[in-house]
Nanobody, 126 residues
Framework: QVQLVESGGGLVQAGGSLRLSCAAS????????MGWFRQAPGKEREFVGF????????YYADSVKGRFTISRDNTKNTVYLQMSSLKPEDTAVYYC???????????????????WGQGTQVTVSS
């Protein structure tokens, strides 16, 4: 089992940047594919992107492609979400999630993940 704690959220102006971190407990962090999702008020949880166990592969939603970058440091049990050129529509609670090896669901859906953090608020002002 793994516990996830996000940090780094806050208020930023449109066009600005922010980096979120997600720290994981346990010694098997490198065994999990890690994803980022977000949820705005009144909306469903939305896929942002994921990174493979080794960090060699990343995949992003079209809405953030070219603006957001996911990376991970397996020596620090941490995954990052670097967000640039932020827009007001990026305002949401951002969640990191971990996917077990035996989870056969797509990584772009919430059911593809087994563990979730508590979320961190990102607010982009216009």
């Amino acid at each position: 089992q793994v516990q996830l704690v996000e940090s780094g959220g806050g208020l930023v102006q449109a066009g600005g940047s922010l980096r979120l971190s997600c720290a994981a407990s346990g010694r098997t962090f490198s065994m999990y594919t890690m994803g980022w999702f977000r949820q705005a008020p009144g909306k469903e949880r939305e896929f942002v992107g994921f990174i493979s166990r080794s960090g060699s592969t990343t995949y992003y939603a079209d809405s953030v492609k070219g603006r957001f970058t996911i990376s991970r440091d397996n020596t620090k049990n941490t995954v990052y979400l670097q967000m640039s050129s932020l827009k007001p529509e990026d305002t949401a609670v951002y969640y990191c999630a971990a996917s077990n090896l035996n989870n056969g669901n797509p990584y772009y859906t919430p059911v593809g993940y087994d563990y979730w953090g508590q979320g961190t608020q990102v607010t982009v002002s216009s």
